[in-house]
């Protein structure tokens, strides 16, 4: 057994990495023998990392940095899901409602994100075109359906395929950072286009409602608890013995 250096708490002595962890770390499959961090009375900080006791109580204070220790992110499969709903129901009206107000002296007109894209597509720009409806339209569903998935999978108690799931939820949050497109090129097109009074570019209401979506999603994904995955195998491995 590799062992790795863990704070009790108190005297600040090294203990021994259960054996779970180590290994899920490296992405290896959960043995039968293996137990959790919090079956040893273990929680690491979400702050700075640190692997430290958990006092009789649950929910003690990282002695590196102060944060507030769980075993588990508390409430986070309830979190997770309402606010999983809120962004779907956000995301209705950041599709239907216009993004853009351009104006001219002989009138104005307004584009929804799918209208955008459409005007987009042309023999030159036909890939920003793509870009825009992944950003959007496929890339904001798509997390929130995964996110979905996970969310039964760990409630309805599955077992196989939890390294999988882990990678899908790791790609989730990266895909994450990258989810500001849309209301980057709009914050950017507003900017540039201002020839008052030949030409003018407003944000339209649509852009508040898809920036809620990718906020409260970010949030979602981060209230997740991705540890609830690999309880599902230690329990199956325990009913097994």
């Not at 499959?29 to 009789?56: F, Y």
């Not at 709903?85 to 584009?111: K, Q």
């Not at 799931?165 to 989810?179: A, T």
Request: aromatic letters at 8%.
């Amino acid at each position: 057994m590799r062992a790795a250096p863990l704070s009790n708490g108190a005297a600040g002595q090294a203990v021994e990495e259960p054996y779970a962890e180590a290994e899920l770390r490296r992405g290896q499959p959960v043995a039968a023998h293996a137990i959790s961090a919090r079956a040893c009375g273990l929680a690491g900080c979400e702050t700075c990392g640190l692997i430290a006791r958990l006092p009789a109580r649950e929910g003690g204070n990282c002695p590196r940095c102060g944060e507030r220790l769980h075993g588990r992110r508390p409430a986070s499969l309830e979190r997770t899901w309402a606010l999983v709903v809120t962004a779907l129901i956000l995301y209705v009206p950041a599709n239907l409602l216009p993004v853009l107000n351009t104006s001219t002296p002989l009138g104005s007109e307004t584009d929804t994100i799918l209208q955008g894209v459409v005007a987009l597509w042309s023999p030159t720009s036909w890939p920003l075109a793509i870009v825009v409806f992944l950003a959007s339209v496929t890339i904001p569903l798509g997390k929130l359906l995964a996110l979905g998935y996970l969310l039964v999978s760990v409630q309805r108690g599955w077992v196989e395929s939890g390294r999988q799931r882990i990678q899908l939820y790791r790609m989730i949050k990266f895909i994450g950072r990258w989810s500001m497109l849309d209301v980057f090129v709009d914050t950017f097109v507003v900017a540039l286009i201002q020839l008052k009074p030949l030409m003018w570019v407003e944000p339209g209401p649509g852009v508040a409602f898809f920036a809620g979506v990718v906020v409260v999603t970010m949030i979602a994904v981060n209230s997740f608890d991705p540890r609830l995955i690999w309880d599902l195998s230690l329990r199956a491995s325990d009913e097994r013995e």
